[in-house]
């Protein structure tokens, strides 16, 4: 009967297959590649013989990626073909894997923009916040408020200059306020994909220092139901976390869901005391359901996040001590200043196959409500922002070189204030709408695109007492070629931001910030320009990565402190300023000597800048190193089998160059280590066990919230992941 | 080792409720010198505390705290503050 009623509502269901072999050099069969199917983000595993099978529609040019860990990942083009034979060569070096872009579906070795892919697997190995782990990258940082409220920083530029994507879906949940996290968990995230610098050109407006694109884990092939539950622990804040996750795939359906709890204690500084209200909890969950024959895929998507965050640092008194905002005991209690974020994100994409061309369809709608309690009982500030986002795109061969992708982006944001004892922000709507054109060149080992987008935004408030009108055009040249050992990008991007509710129309108390922001009616949107150069090099045992990049931005809206108080609070103007300059330089190198084939050496670099005409930007990261040695173990008999063992150092440079009213930042180095277990008798198992900050350093990012109050980091952290598969 | 694992997810997934709503309040008053000077006022609970912070509270006579004379008269809810509890 189930079938029955699938047919009559799915009469093209039909199957074909795809099976297949995978070998090394040396023509033995190896086991455990990864083999996914990109499009439909379906993954399984070659077995102990190489062999893998997959019972499911593949749409006709679908790209299919075979990967393992220590060698070179392979990518074919399906076309009608049911069996294949793969051969993957062993890799000493792996400086920029290659991989298929969920952003646009192209291979990275292909790309012109700069967008750098990681698996969230390779981000958490040592860090379980997500943030944590992004700015692990190289050119990212996090602007903290303790360890609950985190932002993530890009090339120097965040907040409303970020653009967060959730599997293609923006999301919009209060950015603009310094001390407004990220709002959501790792939890079910596969990967994450990085475009640093303007992005204007596919994701529209805002997307001026970049892009986060965050892509759910794939679904599996088929046969029983999977089940996989995380369980860490960090000693600093007494940090529990879990995951409990289920997958499920049946003929053409396939199905991932997935819950989440987590909570933190007060941290612990490096002096033995308790930072007072840097507690938080979190829970989250996600579901999603995934259809598809060989032209059509659609999955629906639902996510819940809600989280309780402690405000710390927070006092009545002008200059309150470290001593005063600290304690001597360790609370995980929720108390007062609080937020409480709560989002809903629901979200349709289809994916259309139509001969040669492929069309793309996304609806989402999602939900973001922010409360900040100073009292008990009564919001400080209760804001609702819901945002509705239609998108569509469609990519055409017109020659075997030359491809075409046109689309639109539809956007509603509604703001709506609650009853509280402030608005900060008023009522009100954002309506955008946008389109582009980009033209790609690709021709054996070189690939050019150019791309012209024009946006239009409409900021009106709800009382009709204002109302303002933004265009802009953004455009993208972008330059790739790629030689035997070597592969160079050279690209130019724009982007522009149009300044936000909080920036046009404050006037009041942000209590999690301590200010009194006062916006201006008169602002216009910022402009960004970037120059990237980015050269690869790779060879048997070494590779490098040097990426130099220029970024120009005109009419940047800055919040500068003013000589005057409010009712006890420092007044904060958003004032707009010319000839704003961000340059660096980011490098990485991979080193694995020929004499000790189970070392690694991984070093990255990252220098940078930013200049507001003849002074220094306010709140640039500081310079950055980052040193890994890892060690891998053969594999033995042993009850207890030790994968590989870490050693991490990263340097954070004294940071100087700082604006004026801005204080300058110490140096400091951290050490970090860890390793990974497995236990015989206990299969599908992992442990992975470690230490962060083994020294006990108290140091203080330049880019902390709490920087001002001379609040330090975590200090030494123990940390243990179990993670159990079924 | 899964049992374990699955008891304490189960477990830390209903930890950690807060029930108890009753609070110590005071009124936060700032004197020439810009500083805080902190009136006692109670304990308040549910509805009340509600109403403190919503309403706010009226002092019926001034008081006196070390130098300094807090006046009596009706004082917003958002300079009523009331503290933490222990757990």
Known sequence: MFKQILFLFFPIYCFSQISGTVKDSENQPLAGVDVLVSSTMVLTQTDSKGQFSISLDIPKNTLIFFSKEA???????????????????????????????????????????????????????????????LSRLSGVEQSSTGTGIKKIVVRGLSGMRVVTLLNGV???????????????????????????????????????????????????????????????????????????????????????????????????LPNGLYLFNSRYSNQAFKTSLGYNTDNWIVNL?????????????????????????????????????????????????????????????????????????????????????????????????????????FGTQLGQQENTNK?????????????????????????NSFTSQLGLRFDKREIELQDNTFSKEFDAFSATLGLSKKGQNQHIRVSYSSAFRTPHFSELLSDGVHHGTKRHEIGDKNLIAEKGHQFD???????????????????????????????????????????QVDNVTIKGIEMNVHYHPHFAHHLHFEESLTIMEG???????????????QTLVRYYFDKTQKKVQLHNTFFEYVYTAAQNKVAENESPSKAYGLFNLGMNISIDKIPNFELTIGVKNVTNKSYISHLSRLKSYEIPHEGRSYFIKLCSTL | MKKVSIIMALGFFFACTDHDECHECHIAWENAQGQEVEVEIGEFCEEDLADVESNGYTLDESVVVGNDTVPAGSYPGSDIHCEEHDH
């Open chain 1, 71 to 133: 060698y070179a990942s392979k990518t074919i083009q399906y076309t009608s073909e049911n069996e294949v034979s793969i051969q993957l060569n062993k890799l000493h070096v792996d400086i920029d894997e290659v991989v298929v872009s969920s952003i646009n579906q192209k291979l990275s070795s292909n790309q012109t923009i700069n967008i750098l892919s990681k698996k969230m697997s390779q981000l958490n190995e040592s860090s379980f916040d997500l943030v944590e782990g």
């Open chain 1, 170 to 268: 923006r999301l919009e949940n209060q950015q603009w306020g310094g001390d407004h996290g990220i709002g959501f968990t790792d939890l079910g995230i596969g990967k994450v994909e990085l475009v640093k610098g303007p992005a204007s050109i596919i994701f529209g407006a805002d997307a001026l220092g970049g892009a986060l694109y965050f892509s759910d884990e794939n679904y599996i092939s088929g046969g029983k139901p999977r089940s996989k539950l995380i369980s860490t622990f960090e000693s600093s804040n007494m940090r529990i976390n879990n995951q409990l996750g289920v997958k499920w795939t049946r003929k053409a359906f396939k199905t991932n869901t997935l819950i989440e709890y987590g909570s933190a204690a007060d941290y612990q």
């Open chain 1, 301 to 405: 998507r639902y996510q819940y996040n809600y989280g309780i965050l402690g405000i710390p640092a927070h006092s009545h008194d002008a200059e309150p001590t470290l001593e005063q905002l600290s304690s001597s005991s360790q609370n995980r209690y929720p108390t007062r200043p609080t937020q409480f974020n709560t989002q809903h994100s629901l979200n349709l994409e289809n994916t259309f196959f139509i001969a040669d061309n492929t069309l793309n369809i996304n609806l989402s709608q999602s939900t973001n409500r922010l409360e900040e309690f100073e009292a008990w009982t009564v919001p400080e500030l209760d804001i609702t922002l819901g945002s509705t986002q239609l998108s569509g795109s469609y990519a055409m061969p017109i020659s075997n070189t030359l491809n075409w992708t």
């Open chain 1, 419 to 443: 009853e509280a004892r402030t608005q900060l922000i008023p009522d009100g709507s954002i309506t955008d709408l946008g389109a582009y054109s980009l033209l790609e060149y690709s021709k």
């Open chain 1, 533 to 575: 150069i980015a050269y690869e090099w790779t060879g048997e045992h070494l590779g490098l990565i040097i990426n130099p990049y220029f970024h120009l931005i005109n009419d940047f809206i800055a919040l500068n402190p003013k000589d005057s108080i409010i009712d006890n609070t420092q007044v904060y103007k958003y004032e």
């Open chain 1, 611 to 625: 200049k507001e005409g003849n002074s220094f930007l306010a709140l640039m990261p500081a310079h950055k190193s």
